[in-house]
């Protein structure tokens, strides 16, 4: 690259054959390191400060209503209380699917979520929660008759909900297998799972939740 100027590294950045987000993953890499350079006296300052980073192009954020969220879950058969927990609890889908049956409150009708579990390069990895946010989320009682279904004759350290064939829901085979086609078939194609996150804060809101709750 040459010399470490502001020019050099707006060149060198401009032509890496990256996204936009990458780049600024990589100039803010490369600032921190500046940084220390800085510090040990190797420069007087950091260039990489007055760099110019790509524009975040912000994605439209999702939102379904309740009747939307209904037609959504209609669609997906026997899967209808899954798309239910994830549009009403706010749960990311690695939470949900970490659900045992002993995380079940019946009485508070609550999820104690304890849990994330994700597929990564074929392999089931356990984790804590996004942020270690261990906490307790309330479901509907709509819902009541559904999770105890689910926990019939079942061990509390049995998954709540599993893949079809048993084992962990995976999040990439659940697109494939029910959820996207779902979505189409009610006319939400395109429509994710991770969305369903923002439907739950939205439908909380419309129903009276804070906004910062």
């Not at 510090?39 to 524009?55: D, E, F, M």
């Amino acid at each position: 690259m040459g010399d470490v100027t502001i020019e050099a590294i707006q060149e060198w950045t401009a032509n890496l054959q990256l996204s936009d987000g990458s780049k600024r993953k990589v100039i803010s890499v490369l600032s921190g390191i500046l940084d220390r350079a800085v510090q040990t006296k190797h420069l007087g300052v950091n260039p990489a400060l007055s760099v110019v980073r790509p524009r975040q192009k912000l994605k439209r954020r999702k939102y379904l209503n309740a009747l939307q969220v209904e037609a959504l879950a209609d669609a997906a058969g026997e899967n209808r209380d899954l798309v239910l927990v994830l549009a009403y609890c706010g749960l990311r889908f690695g939470e949900m699917a970490a659900l045992k049956v002993s995380s079940v409150d019946q009485l508070r009708r609550r999820f104690m979520i304890e849990a994330s579990v994700t597929e990564v390069n074929g392999r089931i990895e356990w984790t804590e929660p996004k942020d270690h946010q261990r906490r307790s989320v309330p479901f509907p009682s709509f819902l009541d008759s559904e999770i105890a279904e689910r926990m019939k004759d079942r061990e509390p350290d049995a998954l709540l909900f599993t893949a079809a064939r048993g084992g962990v829901l995976r999040i990439g085979n659940a697109r494939r297998d029910w959820f996207d086609p779902a979505a189409r078939s009610a006319g939400l194609d395109g429509i994710t799972p991770h969305e369903m996150r923002h439907t739950a804060a939205s439908l909380a809101v419309k129903a009276g939740a804070s906004v910062l709750a």
